[in-house]
């Protein structure tokens, strides 16, 4: 009985790692695996660029900033600054436009709400910043892409390859601008 066991899982073993095998070999077949991947993050990039109100997004945004107390994203009395991300602190509401989005919310140190519409291997949203803001340090950047003043998209697929990449984002916006933002 115990040897009808052992090679029941020699042949789950052996498929499993045949699976592995074709996964890395076929292309057909990672694309069965990706695709459905894929093909969210281009509907979440499509969201975000052209069926979202830009103004109404960076006013919610705004809105939410102005709530959270300044003393957050001040540096230490010893001098040092935070980095790095925190939550949007509890009690504080989202407006509509936010919600709508269904995306993560977090807000940096250095003082800018980051709403992330896609995580994983291909990390993208927006950035909002309040009025007036300034850059923390000489090497901030602000996104990728700006959307409105105060407004920022931001992905990683500029940082491979950032004038291929924009082409690829403006034909993306084309595509879909007669529904969306123009």
Not at 54 to 79: M, N, V, Y
Not at 154 to 176: A, C, M, Q, S, T
Request: proline share 5%.
């Amino acid at each position: 009985m115990w040897r009808i066991g052992k090679v029941i899982g020699a042949i789950v073993l052996i498929l499993l790692l045949g699976l592995v095998v074709l996964f890395f070999i076929h292309p057909q077949i990672s694309t069965f695996f990706t695709l459905p991947w894929y093909l969210r993050a281009q509907h979440r990039r499509v969201v975000i660029l052209c069926y979202t109100d830009h103004q109404a997004l960076l006013k919610a945004g705004r809105e939410i900033l102005s709530k959270i107390p300044k003393d957050r994203f001040h540096p230490h009395s010893d001098g040092s600054i935070d980095s790095g991300i925190f939550s949007v602190p509890k009690g504080i509401q989202f407006p509509q436009a936010i919600k709508d989005l269904k995306s993560g919310c977090v807000v940096d140190y250095d003082g800018y709400l980051r709403l992330e519409m896609h995580g994983g291997m291909d990390h993208f949203g927006v950035k909002i910043y309040p009025e007036d803001y300034k850059k923390p340090r000489d090497y901030f950047e602000y996104g990728d892409r700006e959307l409105l003043p105060g407004l920022w998209y931001y992905d990683e697929g500029y940082h491979y390859n950032p004038e291929k990449y924009d082409k690829r984002i403006d034909e993306l916006i084309e595509k879909h601008k007669k529904n969306g933002n123009k």
